[in-house]
């Protein structure tokens, strides 16, 4: 009996090895070139990235017909990592080096060499894993910075990786294009071999501008959306104009037929940002997915350019959103404790549609470069009588900058969504109609 289990135990052993061994082998990635142009290959077939920036919901991204997922860091690592292999998805796997505005100081050689030694531990333990598709030295260094030794250093990194690790590619993201940033790059970084630029309204001039900037071989764009918040039109008291559900779907599909699958000879991939959600400018302006994780217009956008079908049931389809008969781009002022209508125009696809109306304060806690900022709280109790597409709405008492959010969520969750910017005035006729009121009031009160 004992040396039964002993075997048993010794063949355990065997299976786990083998296991380990399987699961550590590193799928080679390749550059390749033909008379066309670069291209990838993994595993020795060709291969073009079809990816998302984030690593949330990811039998969404194969639903879509995507095949890669991008990180920023090296955070998870190891339960991203094997999650994705599970799932047949590659990732690009993001070292985070160091800001300059957020205090890394690039004339610190000690603080420098601390930062290479990390990643070459990281680079190390994670260099043979079947998913890693390509290493991404940091991402928008270049973000308001003045110190260009940080090329040095991601140099440094780059060289690094190409020592450990001979199956992967490396690339830096850089914060859109400038000509200077790619002269250095080439100047400072020959361990690089693919330049990546994150582009949002801009992306039109990128595949023109990098081979005219001087960079001649491959290029992939790993963060890519709607227009960004600091390019769109804004209201007359200076806040920005979120494009609706409809119309970030239409430019999604625009900006990837004719900025990158059209130019795929040299553009070998990219990535969708965001795929998830999160809170910067707006709640919904970058996600795919709204807060409670529904599906937007955005994603039948992306599945329809990624493999050319869509889901049975898609969104809806949001044309318009007004309040008091206006749209965003006529910047709307209302008056404090004033009652107005809103209205949602929309096509319905599905059943059971159901409209939800929120009016928010505009967030005062914006930051650059995708640094966390919070979220301000709706404020329900100003929503009245909804009836179908429309809604009264009561404005805040207290002056200053809102938006009133629309979303209409269909049977299979998939979402459209809008926001209007409005400015609230004072109402000197209101206040005076206010009866007086002895108790102490909450803090909060003062906005209803």
Not at 335 to 346: D, G, N, P
Request: hydrophobic residues 35%.
């Amino acid at each position: 009996m004992r040396k039964f289990v002993n075997t048993k135990l010794s063949l355990i052993s065997i299976l786990v090895l083998i296991s380990v061994q399987v699961f550590s082998q590193a799928i080679p990635v390749k550059i390749e070139k033909n008379e066309n142009g670069y291209y990838l290959t993994r595993g020795g077939q060709p291969y073009y990235v079809n990816g998302a920036g984030g690593s949330s919901n990811l039998q969404e991204v194969l639903d879509a017909g995507g095949n890669s997922i991008r990180t920023w860091s090296a955070e998870e690592a190891g339960k991203v990592l094997d999650k994705a292999h599970e799932m047949g998805l590659s990732v690009m796997f993001g070292l985070w080096v160091g800001h300059e505005r957020h205090g890394f100081n690039y004339d610190d050689e000690e603080a420098v060499k601390k930062q290479l030694a990390r990643f070459t531990e990281i680079v190390k333990k994670y260099k043979d894993h079947p998913a890693i598709l390509l290493w991404g030295i940091g991402n928008e260094v270049d973000l308001f910075y003045s110190n260009t030794k940080v090329w040095y250093a991601i140099q440094d990194i780059a060289k690094m990786v190409h020592e450990l690790d001979p199956n992967h590619p490396t690339t830096t993201v850089t914060a859109g294009l400038d000509p200077k940033e790619v002269e250095l790059i080439m100047e400072r970084c020959p361990d690089l071999d693919i330049y990546s630029c994150n582009t949002y309204g801009e992306i039109d001039q990128v595949p023109e501008n990098i081979k005219k900037f001087g960079w001649e071989g491959p290029f992939m764009i790993p963060e890519w959306g709607p227009t960004g918040h600091w390019e769109v039109e804004k209201t007359k008291w200076g806040i920005p104009i979120e494009q609706t559900s409809k119309e970030k779907a239409e430019v999604y599909t625009k900006r990837y037929m004719d900025y990158i699958w059209k130019y795929k000879e040299r553009c070998v991939g990219s990535y969708v940002f965001l795929w998830g959600q999160k809170q910067e400018t707006t709640s919904t302006w970058y996600g795919v997915f709204t807060k409670g994780g529904e599906k937007t217009e955005t994603y039948d956008a992306i599945q329809k350019v990624w493999s050319g079908k869509m889901d049975d049931i898609i969104a809806p389809r949001l044309d318009s959103v007004l309040l008091d008969g206006k749209q965003a781009k006529e910047s709307v002022y209302l008056k404090a404790s004033e009652k107005y209508t809103a209205k949602a125009f929309i096509e319905e696809f599905g059943h059971n549609t159901k409209y939800i109306w929120e009016v928010v304060p505009e967030s005062d806690d914006i930051k650059v470069g995708g640094d966390l900022e919070s979220e301000p709280e709706a404020m329900y109790m100003l929503v009245k009588n909804v009836k179908g597409n429309t809604a009264q709405i009561k404005a805040p008492s207290r002056e200053g900058a809102y938006r009133l959010f629309f979303y209409a969520k269909n049977e299979a969750d998939k979402v459209a969504y809008a926001n209007i910017p409005f400015y609230v005035m004072p109402n000197p006729e209101a206040e005076a109609a206010k009866p007086v009121k002895f108790k102490k009031q909450k803090l909060d009160a003062s906005y209803y």
